[in-house]
């Protein structure tokens, strides 16, 4: 049953809690309103209004990746260095930047990378596109790659690991860190598609720094090295460029927690 994100900070609420942040998945106005989300219910959510009214405490309302990417660049990865581009790799791709320690936000919802067409009339996205960068390179990717898997290979790893649940990408990316031929094979296809998306990205906006989080990025090197490889097979002029360190997140999965409270925390001492 869902709950209301004022009923999660009751849970949380005690005479400690002297600011609230809080990272929602999809188009979020810097007024803190959700105006809507693919993978994600309701339309036109204003969050912060209903917390500030309900708490009276400082209060930040953003999309989770940009707090990720504000964390990775104040105290993770990408610390030290001036632009740095976040992707984080769970059900779809998000995506954040700052400049200078700053979430750079256009007018109002920047960093929406995973919608990027990366194959024209490719797989239906649940934004309604098709052919999106997350179609191809994302948590619910691999999920539907372990439940193919498992079905066409009944006594492989990736279903051994299941055991008897629905095979997910957790199940894939396991069998892939054990050393599972056909889950590496996997994951280097996801990877290939990672590097398309990750060069439109170095080569519109040549970063210091790719901070890859999510939960897929708990595969690390196994991940990392052959979307450097794929970079490095479709980037133009990738031979005379320098090279785009693309580095796992300091924070993994809690990245846009960390920002959240980073957030808020430095709200509150504004």
């Known amino acids: 049953m869902l709950r209301s994100p004022t009923d999660l900070v009751r849970e949380l609420f ?3 809690v002297g600011a609230i942040g809080l990272g929602v998945a999809g188009l979020v106005t810097i007024g803190g309103v959700l105006e809507w989300g693919p993978n994600v219910t309701g339309e036109h959510l204003a969050f912060f209004e209903v917390l500030d009214e309900e708490f009276g405490l400082p209060t930040v309302v953003d999309n989770d990746a940009n707090l990720a990417a504000f964390a990775e660049a104040r105290l993770g ?3 030290g260095h001036r632009v740095v581009v976040m992707v984080t790799l769970g059900t779809g791709i998000g995506g954040g930047m700052t400049i200078d320690g700053e979430i ?3 007018r109002a919802f920047a960093g929406e990378i995973g919608h990027m067409v990366v194959d024209v009339g490719g ?3 649940t934004c309604g596109q098709q052919g999106c960068w997350e179609t191809f ?3 619910r990717r691999l999920d539907q790659m372990a439940r193919d898997a498992a079905a066409v290979h009944p006594t492989g790893r990736i279903a051994e690991l299941a055991a008897g649940e629905t095979p997910a990408g957790r199940h894939l990316t396991s069998a892939a860190l054990e050393g599972d031929e056909q889950a590496q094979a996997l994951v280097a296809e996801v990877a290939e598609w990672l590097g398309v ?3 439109t990205l170095i ?3 040549d970063p210091d720094v790719i901070v890859i989080g999510g939960g897929v990025s708990r595969l690390g090197d196994a991940l990392l090295r052959p979307t450097q490889r794929a970079i490095a097979g479709s980037l133009e002029g990738y031979d005379v460029r320098s090279p785009t360190p693309v580095v796992a997140a300091t924070f993994g999965e809690d ?3 960390v920002g959240a409270g980073l957030a808020a925390l430095r709200k509150a001492h504004v």
Do not use: K, Q, T
Request: proline share 4%.
């Open 203 to 205: 080569a519109v906006l």
């Open 123 to 125: 797989p239906l996205c």
């Open 255 to 257: 990245a846009a927690v």
């Open 104 to 106: 750079y936000r256009g």
């Open 14 to 16: 005690n005479d400690h």
């Open 197 to 199: 998306g990750l060069s």
């Open 137 to 139: 390179a994302s948590g």
């Open 77 to 79: 990865a990408g610390r």
